[in-house]
């Protein structure tokens, strides 16, 4: 919705929808949101000219980071506009072109004597010509059997075709890859990544089966004659958005159905090793097979004969709620560090589960979506003896707030409709963490806007407009405040907050939490440090995560390795680590951080 509210430029472009994905965005790998500029075929003018000679394309697409809004509470805009403009390196578009996509489903010919739109410049437009090679020349006898296979007489007596001229049909992005290669199952909704300066869709494919001994048959679909009972997310589909070359790559080469097309069709299917690798980068663990892998797992993580036969420990994917409504958790794409792990900062997709028909956390599934580990899958298990509180019970704990119950009933009353996002659920050290946006949406404005964001931990809950000042609120104290401890995390006593000199002036407070892996800094008076500082990244750069602005200071996030480099070494640049001590006080961290502004 905002993306067509304040990036669509023209009222014939169309976001179809949303994509998540990862780029490395100053120094560290960032989430974000992307989205394509397409053409949308029923508001153009229905003339055969305007639909099939000029308006052939969509053009660039929109981009913001997920984990920063605008004072407003609107996603902030790191790509956009027509040409498309960014400040990041990894984000330029060199082709913003797009011939293929979601909503292409008409024929277009290029290379006429009717220039192509390109895009709109101020009160002018701009034209282009196709400088591809795909499409199919329409000399004489192709003129009239596309003419006959589309049913219009135009392809054939048009005087703005000539022999250079080239019709492309089959432009739809999910249309395409099934023309060439029905045999596969593919996911519905493709998602678009910027490689080297081009756009391209990526989309899963699956080798499916009905005959695998042995095995219980899933589909989503009860009544299907042929229930599947194998399925691997073992090819990948590259598909450019400009000339619309199609690669399918073969990501898991021990799949002997994968393996036997390729060797009936050699020239289609590549091998792994022939992605390129900022490509490789870009892919995605499906978040589709890995909902299916979760809902089997439900079931069979028993390993004992007797807990299984009699169904002593099945497990429910958990609920949440989403808007208003109570919904199933759908798999969701995260960046963070693992727990136990030493990788740093990866794209995760993750899923709660609970007991059966209880409310409880029992266990988190997390696929990871990097490097080697593509495709490697963790169960993190809650102790038995322990209850660990469920998303449910989470909400339950937010709609019971008395300060949060009367604002939604405030903002109801007041005829703005409010809505709660996903609830993130964050394994913080040997603790969990829940984060859920609040969206405000006007009767008389289609653009929700985060408003405030509930950060919840045990039976604490902040509720903040932003999530840092949430953070600061859940975790915020002094070294020696007893009273803001969280078990198991940040040392033998739970210790969580100290002041701390940051120096030229500032103080600030720095949150220790898990034992250094994960610390908070908020500088009192921030906006002092200059928006140079923030501008060129240098803090993202050398701390290797997130630097946020706010009303009251400046902020900056502090993840793994990260954390880990405030270690006693100084820097050249912008910051200087004077001094990693921990105390026989709870192993709270005393930090010494200077800033420079040269």
């Not at 998540?20 to 053409?39: H, K």
């Not at 042929?226 to 990501?251: C, E, H, L, M, Q």
Request: hydrophobic share 35%; aromatic share 10%.
């Amino acid at each position: 919705v905002f993306y067509n509210q304040t990036q669509c430029i023209r009222q014939y472009y169309r976001f179809n929808d949303v994509d998540i994905d990862r780029y490395p965005i100053n120094g560290a790998i960032t989430q974000t949101y992307l989205s394509a500029r397409e053409i949308d075929e029923d508001k153009i003018s229905d003339t055969w000219i305007n639909k099939h000679l000029k308006y052939t394309h969509g053009y660039g697409v929109a981009v913001s980071q997920v984990d920063t809004v605008t004072s407003s509470g609107q996603p902030d805009v790191v790509e956009g506009n027509i040409p498309p403009e960014t400040n990041v390196t990894e984000l330029k578009i060199d082709r913003p072109e797009i011939y293929f996509g979601e909503l292409s489903k008409d024929y277009v010919i290029v290379n006429t004597k009717e220039a192509e739109f390109d895009y709109p410049d101020g009160s002018e437009n701009k034209y282009t010509e196709y400088e591809g090679k795909t499409g199919i020349k329409l000399n004489l006898l192709n003129r009239i059997l596309f003419a006959m296979r589309e049913g219009s007489v135009n392809i054939l007596v048009s005087s703005n075709i000539t022999s250079q001229s080239k019709i492309m049909y089959v432009r739809s992005v999910v249309d395409r890859v099934e023309k060439i290669m029905p045999y596969l199952a593919y996911e519905e909704d493709p998602y678009m990544t910027i490689v080297d300066g081009k756009l391209y869709w990526i989309l899963d494919a699956y080798t499916t089966s009905s005959k695998y001994p042995y095995s219980e048959p899933y589909n989503s679909d009860p009544n299907a004659l042929n229930p599947t009972n194998y399925i691997r997310n073992s090819i990948k589909v590259v598909v450019d958005a400009y000339d619309g070359s199609t690669n399918f790559y073969i990501v898991d080469e021990t799949d002997p159905i994968a393996q036997t097309y390729q060797k009936i069709y050699p020239k289609l299917f590549k091998s792994y090793s022939d992605i390129p690798e900022e490509m490789r980068s870009h892919l995605r663990y499906p978040n589709a097979m890995f909902k299916i892998q979760a809902q089997v797992y439900s079931k069979y993580h028993m390993d004992e004969v007797k807990v299984f036969y009699q169904k002593e420990d099945l497990w429910d994917i958990a609920h949440q709620i989403y808007g208003t409504e109570d919904v199933e958790m759908d798999p969701s794409y995260y960046v963070f560090n693992l727990p136990d792990t030493e990788e740093g900062a990866e794209f995760i997709n993750m899923v709660p589960f609970t007991p059966k028909s209880k409310q409880n956390m029992t266990a988190i599934m997390m696929g990871r979506n990097d490097g080697d580990n593509y495709g490697q899958l963790i169960v993190y298990t809650m102790p038995k003896n322990k209850t660990i509180y469920g998303p449910m019970q989470i909400e339950a704990q937010i709609d019971q707030n008395t300060e949060i119950s009367k604002e939604f009933s405030l903002w109801k009353s007041s005829g703005t409709s409010y809505k709660r996002g996903d609830l993130f659920v964050i394994p913080i050290g040997t603790s969990l963490m829940y984060v859920e946006p609040v969206y405000l949406e006007a009767t008389n404005q289609a653009i929700p806007e985060v408003k405030r964001v509930i950060v919840a931990y045990q039976d604490k809950i902040a509720y903040e407009p932003t999530l840092s000042e949430a953070l600061l609120s859940l975790f915020g104290g002094s070294a020696g405040d007893h009273e803001n401890k969280i078990d198991g995390v940040g040392g033998d006593e739970g210790l969580l907050a100290q002041r701390v000199h940051v120096g030229h002036g500032l103080d600030g407070q720095l949150v220790n939490l898990h034992r250094g892996r994960h610390l908070l800094l908020k500088l009192d008076g921030g906006r002092h440090v200059g928006k140079g500082l923030l501008q060129r990244g240098a803090l993202q750069h050398l701390l290797g995560h997130t630097v946020e602005r706010q009303r009251q200071g400046l902020l900056v996030l502090l993840r793994g390795e990260a954390a880990d480099r405030l270690d006693g070494r100084a820097y050249e640049a912008d910051v200087a680590a004077l001094g990693h001590e921990e105390g026989t006080d709870g192993g709270v961290l005393r930090v010494g951080i200077e800033i420079h502004q040269g």
